[in-house]
């Protein structure tokens, strides 16, 4: 069992839930059940996910979870695209978003293929 509130990935991803929390404040009120909602479940799911799988007694359950967390991470960067082409996000947020999304999957690999020896 690894203590998550020490990796580096999960502080990323706590920081990447925060910015995804902050720019959804400005969706439109008619988007609160619909991407609004799904961004940031998606987003909390990377960090919990990481969380989850710290928890686990083996390195195996360890990257089942943290393959569920690249998943997510993914499933954020499609929903910024969303966000973006209906105008809820400018250009200057998907730049910013989208620096900390690549960052964080590629330490997510690293992680992964340093369990995984």
């Known amino acids: 069992m690894r203590n998550f509130k020490e990796l580096e990935i999960w502080n990323i991803a706590r920081g990447l839930n925060k910015m995804i929390y902050v720019l959804s404040r400005e969706f439109p009120r008619e988007e609160i059940y619909g991407l609004t909602s799904q961004v940031r479940r998606a987003v909390v799911s990377v960090s919990s996910n990481i969380a989850e799988g710290c928890g686990r007694r083996t390195n195996k359950e360890l ?7 690249m ?29 900390e999304i690549d960052k964080l999957g590629k330490k997510l690999n690293l992680f992964i293929q340093s369990i995984g020896k």
């Open 71 to 99: 998943g997510s991470l993914k499933e954020v960067e499609s929903q910024i695209f969303l966000s973006l082409d209906l105008d809820y996000l400018t250009e200057s947020d998907l730049i910013l978003i989208f620096e």
């Open 63 to 69: 990257i089942y979870f943290l393959h569920n967390a």
